[in-house]
């Protein structure tokens, strides 16, 4: 089966520029999570999916970071305005169970 | 919420040896268990998971135990071989029964088999 797909695969900005990521889930998949990975640190769950709801979003900084799940498939982050500190690897997780997630090759993010 | 520690941070061994991971949750409600590897500019691949109703997994080389009681769970890498030089992640979270709800990562463990 295909995997969890993602774009750009690398992005690089200025500080106060906006930037959206991409993720299409694995065909039949109805959770759908955003990871954060800051270089030398585990992931952190930015917000989470079940089919087009939110189920979690508690540790997304909602004054700059927005996410949506149209249709219950595809979903984007957004960050406006970026900061420095949003430097990372942006991981889109899918997962048929609510368990097993399969990851995307993420999104490297560079803010200057 | 949940919080997810992982020692040690760095571990080094010769191949043929033996690898133990060790981490504490603090959430009694986390019921699923799974363990993540991450080569060097990778997605995290699950390598092994267990749930709650269950003590230890084993799968060839690789084995997970989990002590509900004392909130801590281990990985064990037997006959440790240079491709499992990798990040290793410990998770928790609620499992299907509640959408896999409050997921979190612990900090991770650089693994390196020397040859």
């Known amino acids: 089966e295909a995997g969890v797909a993602q774009s750009p695969r690398y992005k690089i900005i200025e500080k106060r520029q906006s930037v959206a990521f991409w993720c299409n889930p694995i065909s039949g998949h109805a959770t759908l999570y955003w990871y954060q990975q800051i270089l030398g640190q585990g992931p952190k769950l930015l917000i989470q999916f079940q089919n087009n709801g939110v189920v979690d979003d508690s540790q997304l900084p909602k004054d700059r970071f927005s996410a949506e799940r149209l249709k219950g498939v595809d979903s984007t982050l957004k960050i406006q305005p970026a900061k420095l500190e949003d430097s990372a690897v942006y991981l889109c997780?899918?997962?048929?169970?609510?368990?097993?997630?399969?990851f995307g090759p993420g999104t490297r993010l560079l803010v200057l | 919420g949940e919080n997810v520690e992982q020692h040690p941070s760095t571990l080094s061994v010769q191949e043929g040896d033996s690898a133990v991971i060790k981490c504490t949750y603090s959430?009694?409600?986390?019921?699923?268990f799974p363990w993540y590897k991450q080569e060097l500019g990778k997605r995290p691949q699950l390598i092994i998971d267990i749930r709650s109703n269950v003590g230890e997994k084993k799968d060839q080389r690789i084995a997970v135990t989990l002590n509900k009681t004392a909130k801590h769970f281990s990985l064990h890498i037997t006959e440790t071989q240079p491709e499992d030089s990798a990040v290793y992640f410990c998770?928790?979270?609620?499992?299907?029964?509640?959408?896999?709800?409050?997921?979190?990562f612990g900090p991770g463990t650089r693994l390196s088999v020397l040859p």
């Open positions: 997780a899918s997962s048929y169970d609510g368990e097993t997630q399969y």
């Open positions: 959430d009694s409600a986390s019921n699923y």
């Open positions: 998770a928790a979270g609620e499992g299907i029964y509640n959408y896999g709800q409050n997921f979190v």
